[in-house]
């Protein structure tokens, strides 16, 4: 099983990013992905979440500058970041989780497999 997490960087406050994760050695349709972030000296804390099937929650913070996506074909499940704000400076996680998205898809112990993390910087 492997999640390999892309398209961090450092960027300017109002700037765009977009993260990719690419999985492979399981069966992707069946598990819902999503987006977690660690900031410097804080926990780890989710961002954003989507089905099997597409349906998609964010994290309050996040809201309306986020949109998270999907491409079962390729396996892919992405970030795309709009109006980056400092605090958005964190590493990025993706995480899948089995089945369907569920009451506990904000907690970090619902998700089966994680990739390495991709680090975004935002700058002021």
């Known amino acids: 099983v492997q999640l390999q997490a892309s398209g961090g960087g450092l960027v300017q406050a109002g700037d765009s990013l977009r993260l990719s994760c690419a999985a492979s050695?399981?069966?992707?349709?069946?598990?819902?992905m999503g987006w977690f972030r660690q900031a410097p000296g804080k926990e780890r804390e989710f961002v954003a979440v989507i089905s099997r099937n597409g349906a998609t929650l964010q994290a309050d913070s996040v809201k309306g500058r986020f949109t998270i996506s999907r491409e079962n074909a390729k396996n892919t499940v992405s970030l795309q970041m709009n109006s980056l704000k400092p605090e958005d400076t964190a590493v990025y996680y993706c995480a899948a989780k089995f089945g369907t998205m569920g009451n506990y898809y904000y907690t970090e112990g619902a998700y089966s497999y994680w990739g390495q993390g991709t680090l975004v910087t935002v700058s002021s």
């Open positions: 050695g399981f069966t992707f349709s069946g598990y819902a």
